[in-house]
DNA sequence: GTGAAAGCGCTAACAC
DNA sequence: GTGTTAGCGCTTTCAC
């Protein structure tokens, strides 16, 4: 069946409703809300109206009459990385279970975009606002934009899955340290120790961390540091990686192992690997982060750390929620990272 | 700047900006929405006075006031499947242009949260309503969701990218005969003439389409249709794909190109075959549809079919636009399928 | 516990 | 051209 709204002309309003169960708008308003009590039996008459007419409040009405609109806005760098696309389905989800609406805005790394959609998702009158990507990521927060974030949350919370300096943002975020031992622990265990770190850009929180781990895991196992096999400035894409690599090989840097940033890395360093005719991972063993569907494409299946994406998404929404109802809830979260072991890392055959 | 609403407590109304310029607030709403002419001088001074406070109309009073939301709602199936994440991508851009929002909701392929999801976009009060996936792209229409539809366009106009048979839906489409037709020709200049076509079902309207041409083409070229080539019933993903390429390997089936439904597929079908041995395209030919960034990361790099996403998106978004202002659009609209050659496809070495 | 009434911020007749 | 006045559909005091 489908509510009468939509069959009729005109859409039924709470005052048909009252009209009908013979009270006051208000009264069918409060079982609406739950806000008072009203008479068991009237609340159970108009209960059974609403339920026989589909009937929901009008979305905008109300958002003007309490300023609740029940919508979260949520600000990602570009939707098409499946790493956005999987956290986006997973607040969706968390959304739609806990009654709210989550609207979504790309701004495809464009810095004046950000922040423009930051300020339009406010003035669309969302009640909290979460950030993937983009400058909630960088290892320095750009004060331009602290200061437009500030602003902000005077009206409205925001947790973001980086840090942003000089704000309350609340936080919820992948243990990068974590995830770069999981990955190391892996590697050395199977002997390697000269493992490559492929990708990304330093001034990115979560590469800068990996790589700080990488270089104390190194110190504590008491293996050299080879400056060489980090190269720095590089991007999250497969071209930057697939030329990074050939450049380290051309380069005659040896090395065993190669971590990769993320998957799209991985899927250019080895595509270069196999060109120059090395065997995955007879010859050199390549693991990387984010563990998204690439990681089953790629031959051999690649090695990867997950982050549960349907929990990290759940994690950011309930936390937005927690916010918006006034809970309590912790300003820093961790999303606990794991390893998923295939096919692209094996023994170091080669000392 | 930042504006006024944000720094405030109370955000600034038309009537702070009426009382400012010492005119009435329909006035200042005159010159908001262009929509009367008001004495230059004044316009002037109101305008001033709005990019003073960067006052931006509350949505939510505008659309109780005129139900004009300049919302258009995006049901689509999933967007971590990178073919539907770009059209959502195009979409949410061209509406950007057009002063509209983009609303995205995911059903993820369930056909309750789908019927659900549509009526609470409607309920929403979006303005139209775009779909991409799920029972739009059905070669038999559902009965019940062409009801629901209807009813919902007796308001709201909907723009889909198959066919719902029925209905009014206005319809922007790849044309998937062309599709095949690229491919075939491709294939059959470069020689081949026992071609495969794997994955995805038939009763897909698109998947529908194109082996229905596939059938004709060969007919056309005086060449035998084969039934063992095109095995049915299989999906869109990876893994299919590839148990279906191993059953016709391994049942001695002969072929020289296989064409994949999608590039998901192609994943499958090149994996299969670099497991047992075969080499691509030496050995075996393998193209596919939609040319996803998939298509890059394959090695060899994947011959696919690709749609212009953004162009595509566009056209939705546009027709979605043109419906609700009023304007003539027509009905059906082909998207033109293009052919990007890669290393994945060559000449046929084996009669 | 319940109704009357004000008001959220805007647009759209309708007068002037 | 421009101001006045009703609503749009809901929530929420404030009385009773």
């Known amino acids: 069946m489908l509510s009468q709204k939509i069959s009729d002309g005109k859409p039924i309003t709470i005052y048909d409703i009252a009209k009908e169960a013979g009270v006051s708008p208000a009264t069918v308003s409060r079982v609406l809300t739950n806000s008072a009590n009203v008479r068991s039996e009237k609340k159970k008459k108009i209960q059974a109206l609403i339920d026989k007419y589909e009937f929901k409040p009008n979305t905008l009405a109300r958002g003007l009459a309490d300023t609740k609109t029940r919508t979260i806005g949520i600000l990602s760098a570009d939707i098409r990385n499946p790493y956005y696309a999987s956290m986006f389905i997973a607040c969706e989800q968390a959304a739609r279970a806990a009654g709210y609406t989550a609207v979504l805005c790309n701004f495809l790394g464009e810095q004046e975009t950000e922040a423009k959609l930051l300020k339009s998702l406010h003035d669309q009158k969302v009640e909290a606002i979460i950030q993937f990507g983009g400058r909630v990521d960088d290892l320095a927060s750009d004060e331009e934009y602290v ?17 942003l300096d000089g704000t309350r943002c609340h936080v919820v975020r992948i243990d990068s340290m974590q995830a770069m031992d ?4 892996h590697l050395l265990a199977l002997g390697h120790e000269r493992i490559a770190l492929v990708g990304g850009r330093r001034d990115v929180l979560s ?16 293996l050299p540091f080879d400056p ?3 190269p720095d400035g590089g991007s999250y894409d497969v071209d930057t990686a697939y030329r990074q690599m050939s450049e380290l090989l051309e380069a005659g840097v040896r090395m065993t192992a190669v971590i990769a940033i993320n998957d799209f890395s991985a899927m250019g360093i080895i595509k270069c690997l196999k060109e120059r005719g090395y065997r995955i991972p007879e010859d050199i063993s390549v693991v990387s982060y984010d563990n998204t569907y690439m990681t089953e494409i790629a031959i051999p299946p690649l090695t990867s750390v997950d982050y549960n ?12 929620i927690g916010l918006i109802e006034g809970r309590k809830v912790s300003s820093v979260q961790m999303v606990r990272p794991t390893l998923v072991e295939r096919g692209s890392s094996g023994i170091c055959k080669h000392v």
Do not use: S, W
């Open 207 to 222: 590469t800068f961390e990996k790589y700080q781990r990488y270089k104390q895991i190194l110190k504590e196992h008491g």
């Open 182 to 185: 999981i990955l190391m622990e």
């Open 147 to 163: 200061e437009l974030v500030n602003r902000i949350m005077a009206t409205t919370p925001m947790v973001i899955t980086g840090k």
């Open 228 to 230: 060489q096999l980090v």
């Open 309 to 320: 994406y349907e929990e990290y998404g759940k994690m950011l929404m309930d936390t937005a």
